[in-house]
């Protein structure tokens, strides 16, 4: 693993006076608790003095509260219009400002949380993926938020992205994109040809001037392809050209470890995920002194949404896990893994009902009624922030209630609207009869008004 010390670090360029954008702050994000600042280290790892920096820059220019993404990036909520440059200057000072200036990814690669540290990977996956960082940095047009995921192990099921850089037989990789129909291969080849030849397929994929490489047409993939083969016969034959769809497996082992205790080669290995994705500074800060305490060599932000430490050898975490277990989850089987919940009321203007306090009610009942693992969104509007994809049930606030849609995703049209009481108490029917059934429209209901659409 590369050290954070090495990171990139920029001065303060001319364009941080430009109005909506600043180092540190590309973009930052107008929500209903004001600006919302994203950090994203490198590879997804931090210091403990860089985490320090964060916890100390949500308390100070935020409203204390972090949430995590699924790309393994932060989010300091509760910025303003006057904090965020003096957010800006600590982040920078702290190596984690932006990386470019031209509206690009600041972070382009996706890594599992133990890259560099699991004995199983055929790739220096770091290695790799700092390489790509750089050659992606060089590409004019990519979209913000171009994906790579780079794994070095066989048999993992990998998470969504619009390119991918797998360790393949004899010490290849493939590198992969993502399509309407799945993954498809596109080249085989060593490891180190694999950054040019990345970068080369990143840099027709922004020509196209499309947003996701999953939205390109048959026509234009093919001409990807044609890319990579000229580029590679330029120099060699093509090791491989293979267009089917891409041989990763689905059901393999998971991309990030699931929240708990493990030992990897010696070490004790923590896993914790933040309820909902948010944290607060305080709590981070806890981590940080628990990272200290058990000698951890750094702090991994997971994609599962939270953090990732490594202790040092022959030190036993077990009792630090079980210190954290009132701000985190810390075991996999926890019911609100399966929840995603936005900020919603009276976080977000745009929310009329509290998500966050909702979500927990539900988890709480989930976890009660001992029903089988849901996948749950509570969504403060249709907007849906915290899920834009289907889920087995998503409830969509509006005017104090929630829609329920079942399977489907916050834009689609609930079939009744509920408090959540009666969420609740539908929940313990949908045990015996199912989802679709306990969420059906029912017509003592509707001619009380509950499940009519609100105003
Ligand atoms: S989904 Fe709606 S309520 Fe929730 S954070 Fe987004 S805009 Fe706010």
Same mark, same amino acid.
């Given at each position: 693993?590369?050290?954070?010390?090495?990171?990139?670090?920029?001065?303060?360029?001319?364009?941080?006076?430009?109005?909506?954008?600043?180092?540190?702050?590309?973009?930052?994000?107008?929500?209903?608790?004001?600006?919302?600042?994203?950090?994203?280290?490198?590879?997804?790892?931090?210091?403990?003095?860089?985490?320090?920096?964060?916890?100390?820059?949500?308390?100070?220019?935020?409203?204390?509260?972090?949430?995590?993404?699924?790309?393994?990036?932060?989010?300091?909520?509760?910025?303003?219009?006057?904090?965020?440059?003096?957010?800006?200057?600590?982040?920078?000072?702290?190596?984690?400002?932006?990386?470019?200036?031209?509206?690009?990814?600041?972070?382009?690669?996706?890594?599992?949380?133990?890259?560099?540290?699991?004995?199983?990977?055929?790739?220096?996956?770091?290695?790799?993926?700092?390489?790509?960082?750089?050659?992606?940095?060089?590409?004019?047009?990519?979209?913000?938020?171009?994906?790579?995921?780079?794994?070095?192990?066989?048999?993992?099921?990998?998470?969504?992205?619009?390119?991918?850089?797998?360790?393949?037989?004899?010490?290849?990789?493939?590198?992969?994109?993502?399509?309407?129909?799945?993954?498809?291969?596109?080249?085989?080849?060593?490891?180190?040809?694999?950054?040019?030849?990345?970068?080369?397929?990143?840099?027709?994929?922004?020509?196209?001037?499309?947003?996701?490489?999953?939205?390109?047409?048959?026509?234009?993939?093919?001409?990807?392809?044609?890319?990579?083969?000229?580029?590679?016969?330029?120099?060699?034959?093509?090791?491989?050209?293979?267009?089917?769809?891409?041989?990763?497996?689905?059901?393999?082992?998971?991309?990030?470890?699931?929240?708990?205790?493990?030992?990897?080669?010696?070490?004790?290995?923590?896993?914790?995920?933040?309820?909902?994705?948010?944290?607060?500074?305080?709590?981070?800060?806890?981590?940080?002194?628990?990272?200290?305490?058990?000698?951890?060599?750094?702090?991994?932000?997971?994609?599962?949404?939270?953090?990732?430490?490594?202790?040092?050898?022959?030190?036993?975490?077990?009792?630090?896990?079980?210190?954290?277990?009132?701000?985190?989850?810390?075991?996999?089987?926890?019911?609100?893994?399966?929840?995603?919940?936005?900020?919603?009321?009276?976080?977000?203007?745009?929310?009329?009902?509290?998500?966050?306090?909702?979500?927990?009610?539900?988890?709480?009942?989930?976890?009660?009624?001992? /029903?089988?693992?849901?996948?749950?969104?509570?969504?403060?509007?249709?907007?849906?922030?915290?899920?834009?994809?289907?889920?087995?049930?998503?409830?969509?606030?509006?005017?104090?209630?929630?829609?329920?849609?079942?399977?489907?995703?916050?834009?689609?049209?609930?079939?009744?609207?509920?408090?959540?009481?009666?969420?609740?108490?539908?929940?313990?029917?949908?045990?015996?009869?199912?989802?679709?059934?306990?969420?059906?429209?029912?017509?003592?209901? /509707?001619?009380?008004?509950?499940?009519?659409?609100?105003?």
């Amino acid at each position: 693993m590369s050290a954070p010390a090495r990171q990139h670090r920029r001065a303060l360029p001319e364009a941080s006076s430009r109005r909506g954008w600043c180092p540190g702050l590309a973009r930052p994000m107008p929500t209903g608790d004001g600006l919302l600042a994203r950090v994203h280290p490198p590879l997804g790892v931090l210091t403990c003095d860089q985490a320090r920096a964060v916890a100390e820059g949500a308390r100070r220019f935020g409203n204390g509260h972090m949430d995590f993404t699924a790309r393994a990036n932060l989010q300091i909520r509760g910025v303003s219009d006057t904090t965020r440059r003096p957010l800006a200057r600590l982040l920078e000072t702290a190596g984690l400002g932006d990386v470019r200036t031209d509206g690009g990814p600041q972070r382009l690669t996706l890594t599992s949380p133990l890259a560099g540290c699991d004995s199983t990977e055929r790739l220096d996956v770091p290695v790799l993926a700092h390489a790509i960082e750089a050659a992606g940095r060089a590409i004019p047009g990519l979209p913000a938020k171009t994906l790579v995921v780079v794994e070095g192990r066989p048999d993992v099921t990998l998470p969504d992205a619009d390119c991918f850089v797998a360790a393949s037989v004899a010490d290849t990789v493939v590198i992969a994109a993502a399509t309407t129909e799945g993954r498809r291969d596109f080249v085989t080849c060593g490891e180190h040809e694999a950054p040019p030849l990345v970068a080369a397929l990143l840099a027709a994929f922004a020509r196209t001037g499309h947003r996701r490489m999953r939205d390109l047409s048959d026509e234009e993939l093919e001409a990807l392809v044609e890319t990579l083969h000229a580029l590679r016969q330029a120099k060699d034959p093509p090791l491989k050209a293979d267009r089917r769809r891409g041989s990763n497996t689905r059901d393999g082992k998971p991309f990030a470890p699931n929240a708990g205790l493990r030992t990897i080669a010696g070490h004790h290995v923590i896993a914790i995920d933040a309820p909902f994705g948010r944290c607060s500074a305080a709590s981070l800060d806890r981590v940080v002194r628990m990272a200290d305490v058990i000698g951890a060599d750094a702090i991994r932000l997971s994609p599962t949404r939270g953090f990732v430490l490594r202790a040092a050898p022959g030190t036993d975490a077990a009792p630090l896990l079980a210190a954290l277990a009132d701000a985190f989850i810390v075991t996999p089987d926890d019911p609100r893994r399966g929840i995603d919940a936005c900020t919603g009321a009276p976080g977000c203007a745009s929310g009329s009902t509290p998500t966050l306090v909702d979500a927990a009610r539900l988890a709480d009942a989930l976890r009660s009624l001992e /029903m089988p693992p849901l996948a749950v969104h509570v969504s403060g509007c249709a907007k849906g922030c915290a899920r834009p994809a289907p889920a087995d049930l998503t409830l969509v606030g509006r005017a104090g209630l929630y829609g329920a849609i079942i399977g489907r995703a916050p834009g689609d049209e609930p079939a009744l609207y509920l408090p959540i009481e009666a969420v609740l108490e539908r929940l313990g029917r949908a045990k015996t009869v199912g989802l679709a059934a306990a969420f059906a429209p029912d017509t003592d209901s /509707m001619v009380c008004g509950r499940t009519r659409r609100p105003a």
